[in-house]
């Protein structure tokens, strides 16, 4: 649960890298006049849907597109393109299919929000963004278009992790690996002021403006600023920002020891090296594996509406039980007799330790505000049941070595996704029925 937010970020990030192309292709639709659609014709069946001639010169059009533009390379006869732009659709139009038959469906909220991110990749609002589609009345098309292709990544990302067995051993070999090291280190963004160390004669007077510089730092001076001034007090001043994310292999040799304990925004005193006094600022952090959680400790009693309790006798009830509480009555006997949670009905509505972010949005606001043994008031949340809660204490867990554990998984998970997902594509396009008319009566 803590690093689900993860995996939903990952899995819109595949999504969107492989439906950017889309918007040309939909774009390219418009080329072609409504009475091609009068003389189209089926060019393959594929189990219990078919592919339309209509569907294939659409697509040919945008891969045509694409290799005018370097997109992708040129080097395939007519045909031989055709063949594989064919081949392509049958695979998509297969998984649709397999895609339905389990059960997989996108719906609108999460298709808006993928919208809304290739929006925003073309500097675009939303709103912005379906007036250019509206224009060529094409907003509908790429609409589904888009929702189809979230359906594949969905069906395809349940369908290879399935198969994918990562094993504790192999976790471990990687975290102990020099690849480690580097896949899942931090990169920082890093600003540093030199005050360069040129004649040894004036070193106490260079030693003397690094401390005044560190002084203005304190105090809110920009760092940039100072080390973009040349010159301070008759003296050379040098420095800036140490361009991208680094690693640490990739900092400078004396910041090496210096950074990784920084805390973000923080400034090092003055430090000197065989070329001057450095005053490093750690401006951004990423990546790495420490991590530290908030959690609480907490019961709760839930009540919900049911055949046999209205809405409205849910809420008396839950008024009544915290009435109850509060007169001096055991919150886990009322708990095991009337809370609707049956995951902590049998320990008296404990819920452990939870982190940030597992609880429910408004659930969570509540228990935010608790202090330490204080009783909620009774609030309904999102789906429409009544809690009362109580905070029996909190903490911040170190989890680094679960993170790592998690992170390592995910990168060897993804190693082997590409070979299984290639492997898991040839056995439907085995077991599938394909009859490809395509050249039939031209």
Aim: charged share 25%.
């Amino acid at each position: 649960m803590i690093h689900s937010s993860e995996k939903a970020s990952q899995a819109l990030d595949l999504m969107l890298k492989t439906i950017k192309v889309l918007f040309s292709l939909i774009l390219l639709l418009a080329i072609y006049p409504v009475q091609a659609q009068l003389t189209d014709k089926v060019i393959a069946i594929v189990d219990d849907d078919v592919i339309l001639k209509s569907e294939l010169d659409a697509r040919m059009a945008a891969v045509r597109e694409q290799i005018a533009n370097g997109t992708l390379p040129r080097g395939l006869s007519n045909d031989e393109l055709e063949s594989q732009v064919l081949e392509q659709l049958i695979m998509e139009n297969l998984q649709i299919q397999l895609a339905i038959r389990s059960g997989i469906r996108v719906d609108d909220n999460s298709l808006n929000q993928a919208l809304t991110s290739i929006a925003q990749q073309n500097n675009m609002s939303f709103d912005e963004f379906r007036t250019v589609l509206n224009a060529d009345g094409q907003y509908v098309s790429f609409r589904e278009q888009v929702r189809e292709d979230m359906v594949i990544n969905n069906f395809q990302n349940g369908s290879i992790n399935s198969r994918i067995i990562i094993t504790r051993q192999e976790i471990e070999n990687y975290l102990r690996s020099e690849a480690a090291q580097s896949d899942i280190s931090p990169e920082y963004r890093v600003q540093h002021i030199l005050v360069p160390v040129d004649n040894p004669a004036q070193n106490d007077l260079q030693e003397e403006l690094a401390n005044l510089l560190y002084q203005q730092l304190q105090d809110g001076a920009d760092i940039l600023e100072l080390a973009a001034s040349r010159q301070i007090l008759g003296l050379p001043v040098g420095g800036g920002d140490l361009a991208g994310w680094r690693k640490v292999e990739a900092l400078p040799t004396m910041f090496r020891p210096v950074v990784p304990p920084m805390e973000v925004g923080e400034v090092t005193e003055p430090f000197t090296s065989d070329n001057g006094f450095h005053i490093v600022k750690l401006v951004e952090k990423r990546g790495g594996v420490d991590l530290q959680v908030n959690q609480n400790q907490l019961r709760h009693i839930l009540i919900r509406p049911n055949e046999i309790r209205t809405a409205q006798q849910s809420e008396d009830l839950i008024y009544e039980l915290y009435q109850r509480v509060e007169d001096g009555e055991d919150f886990g006997d009322l708990a095991r007799v009337y809370t609707d949670d049956p995951g902590s009905m049998v320990s008296g509505g404990d819920l452990d330790w939870m982190t940030e972010g597992q609880l429910p949005p408004i659930f969570e606001s509540v228990i935010n505000e608790l202090e330490i043994g204080e009783l909620s008031q009774p609030f309904q949340n999102e789906d429409g049941g009544w809690h009362i809660a109580q905070l029996l204490d909190r903490r911040i867990e170190d989890v680094t070595e679960e993170n790592a554990r998690f992170q390592a998984e995910q990168i060897l998970r993804q190693r082997k996704f590409d070979n299984e997902l290639e492997n898991w594509l040839t056995e439907i396009r085995d077991t599938a029925y394909v009859n490809i008319k395509l050249g039939e009566n031209d």
